[in-house]
């Protein structure tokens, strides 16, 4: 086996967002998905992964955390968490990363799934779970356009199971 | 893409949520009520939540947790319960639930025939042997004597510690109770004054079984040999409010039995557990008469899943089983002596 050691450049890996932008990242840092890491190991010399379901802005936000976390382990976040605040559940870098607005949160969770990247699909899980902490059913209906599918006649076998629920 | 719609994104969302807030948030919609539901990680959740609750070391060297200890550590296990348990019909495990003075009301109230069930759910007697995890869930705020023979003259409002405070024979009571009970009794006065505002949980942990209780209330012999009594106090409470964000921490009576209700089914479904009593039971069936009907209709149930004939209901409740440990069997003498006079 050959190994280059006056290599100066890491090899870069081109993703390829879902409007054709290409945003290079190094190979190490790429490797923190398992995705990407079984498109490189399964393909010789594959240096370029389409993402045809990510948005080249998501892409940026995954490349920056893979960047931080290439040469050590994310937090892990206990469960369940402890406040509404991320900053109170995990590292304050994670907290600010991922203080973002909803959309990109979810966008970011859905692009961590696809990548097969755990710890940044926990964390953004995490996040979307301080939302709903501490808040009522009606303001959760409310803020996420959720509409009230249940008949009454089960909201109140519902509310007759679990009284408190609503206080 | 919406992210409440997906399954596995939401399961992984709810994750981080605890068991109590899940089941507020079981009717936000059908997928947030399917995955808290059903979702693996919701369970693992649970179950990592319900791990840490029982089993932390500070939990041990709680000064309720000691006296529980005490008493279990006083009375063998496995001989001295007669446990009011309920058989799961869906799954056909026996397994009881934590009935109290409100929901065994309420349920009574609502059912035309008089007949208490709750859900899947009937009431039935064993003596638990061998019992792998037994919860306990005590009665919070159902320190009312009226339906006790000892008191009936005794207004509704007067609780136990009242009730012992009011006992002309006080003294003569205190030497003949167990001195665990009389503890526990000690402890009902101390926080009485504050208890219809601070309902309150203690946890313990010894062996391989798990106890819980919010308010702990006496089981008198003439309906069960067990005085489970899980004495509570404020800093228990407080320290578990501070650790899950005021959850514990409740404010009404109804509130906190349906925790320990859905804590109580949630735990066996998971297996955790397959014993589930209360400390208190006895009582608030309306009449003898029911609570007679109840155990025949579950005496060939329990019989035909293996429990020993001695341990069923033909021998309960009159007769106490003859193994029981000598500081509770003269307990009971003792009970049932004041109870006469």
């Given amino acids: 086996m050959f190994y280059n050691f006056n290599k100066i450049e890491e090899v870069k890996i081109r993703l390829r967002s879902a409007e054709g932008h290409i945003c290079e990242v190094e190979e190490s840092a790429a490797l923190m998905s398992s995705f990407i890491r079984s498109m490189i190991e399964g393909f010789n010399e594959v240096t370029e992964v389409s993402l045809p379901n990510i948005n080249s802005v998501v892409i940026e936000k995954v490349i920056e955390y893979m960047r931080h976390y290439k040469d050590k382990d994310p937090p892990i976040i206990k469960k369940p968490i402890i406040s509404s605040k991320m900053e109170e559940n995990t590292s304050a870098w994670d907290a600010g990363f991922i203080d973002a607005d909803w959309n990109m949160v979810v966008d970011l969770m859905t692009a961590a799934d696809y990548l097969m990247m755990i710890p940044l699909r926990d964390l953004c899980c995490a996040k979307m779970a301080c939302k709903f902490k501490g808040r009522s059913i009606d303001e959760l209906r409310a803020e996420y356009h959720i509409e009230n599918e249940f008949p009454s006649e089960m909201e109140e076998n519902l509310e007759f199971q679990h009284p408190w629920r609503l206080e | ?341």
């Fill in chain 2, 1 to 341: 893409m919406n992210v409440l719609d997906n399954c596995d994104l939401l399961g992984g969302i709810l994750s981080y949520l605890n068991p109590f807030e899940l089941i507020s948030l079981q009717t936000v919609s059908k997928t947030f009520n399917h995955v808290s539901r059903t979702h693996w990680e919701i369970e693992k959740s649970f179950t990592n939540m319900i791990s840490e609750l029982f089993w932390t070391k500070d939990q041990i060297e709680n000064p309720a947790i000691k006296i529980m200890t005490g008493l279990f550590n006083t009375i063998k296990w496995g001989e001295r319960l007669i446990f009011n348990i309920q058989l799961c019909k869906v799954c056909s495990r026996i397994c009881g639930l934590g009935f109290t003075d409100w929901v065994i009301g309420k349920m009574h109230q609502s059912t035309p025939n008089g007949i208490i069930t709750h859900k899947q759910w009937q009431l039935t007697s064993i003596v638990a042997d061998g019992v792998p995890f037994i919860l306990l869930i005590a009665n919070p705020g159902g320190h009312k004597c009226r339906n006790m023979k000892w008191d009936e003259s005794l207004p509704n409002s007067t609780t136990n510690c009242e009730w012992f405070a009011q006992f002309p024979r006080k003294a003569k009571l205190k030497s003949r109770l167990h001195p665990f009970i009389w503890q526990v009794a000690e402890c009902e006065r101390s926080y009485n004054s504050k208890f219809e505002n601070c309902f309150k949980v203690s946890s313990n942990i010894f062996e391989n079984r798990i106890c819980v209780g919010a308010y702990c209330e006496f089981i008198f012999p003439e309906y069960c040999n067990l005085i489970s009594v899980v004495p509570i106090f404020k800093d228990t409470c407080k320290e578990l409010s501070e650790k899950y964000n005021e959850l514990y921490y409740f404010k009404g009576k109804r509130k906190i039995v349906q925790m320990m209700i859905e804590l109580a089914q949630r735990l066996h479904h998971l297996g955790v557990i397959e014993y589930v009593t209360v400390s208190h039971k006895k009582v608030d069936l309306d009449t003898r008469e029911n609570i007679e009907y109840f155990y025949a209709v579950d005496y060939l149930k329990v019989y035909a899943l293996g429990i020993p004939e001695k341990y069923t209901i033909k021998n309960y409740p009159r007769r106490a089983p003859s193994n029981l440990s000598a500081p509770v069997n003269s307990l009971l003498i003792e009970a049932r002596q004041l109870n006469a006079i």
